[in-house]
Nanobody
Framework: QVQFVESGGGLVQAGGSLTLSCTET???????MGWYRQAPGNKRELVAS???????NYEDSVKDRVTISRDNAKNTVILEMHSLKPEDTAVYYC?????????WGQGIQVTVSP
């Protein structure tokens, strides 16, 4: 059974940094892992993703401020976020894709104060 353990969210001032971590604990290796976010009233949107070969994809508004990495041995994906802005405030969800199916973590709150 897929289980994502997410950590690293919280409250930070604008301009600050946070690192989100997501580990899949059942041992399933996903072809694609990443992070999405959803702010109140908005659709869930991709922040960044990384394939098991290390190919990355970033949402345009974050690509200069965010780095995604992956440790396949630990089944972990890490999202480093810098120069955070209040508009980055959202619930961030770990995501895994495998054989056409999407799997989601429970979500972790990131709040950026002005």
């Amino acid at each position: 059974q897929v289980q994502f353990v997410e950590s690293g969210g919280g409250l930070v001032q604008a301009g600050g940094s946070l690192t989100l971590s997501c580990t899949e604990t059942s041992g399933i290796v996903f072809r694609l892992m990443g992070w999405y976010r959803q702010a109140p009233g908005n659709k869930r949107e991709l922040v960044a993703s990384i394939s098991n070969e290390g190919n990355t994809n970033y949402e345009d508004s974050v690509k200069d401020r965010v780095t995604i990495s992956r440790d396949n041995a630990k089944n972990t994906v890490i999202l480093e976020m810098h120069s955070l802005k209040p508009e980055d405030t959202a619930v961030y969800y770990c995501h895994g894709a495998l054989w056409g199916y999407d799997y989601w973590g429970q979500g972790i709150q990131v709040t950026v104060s002005p």
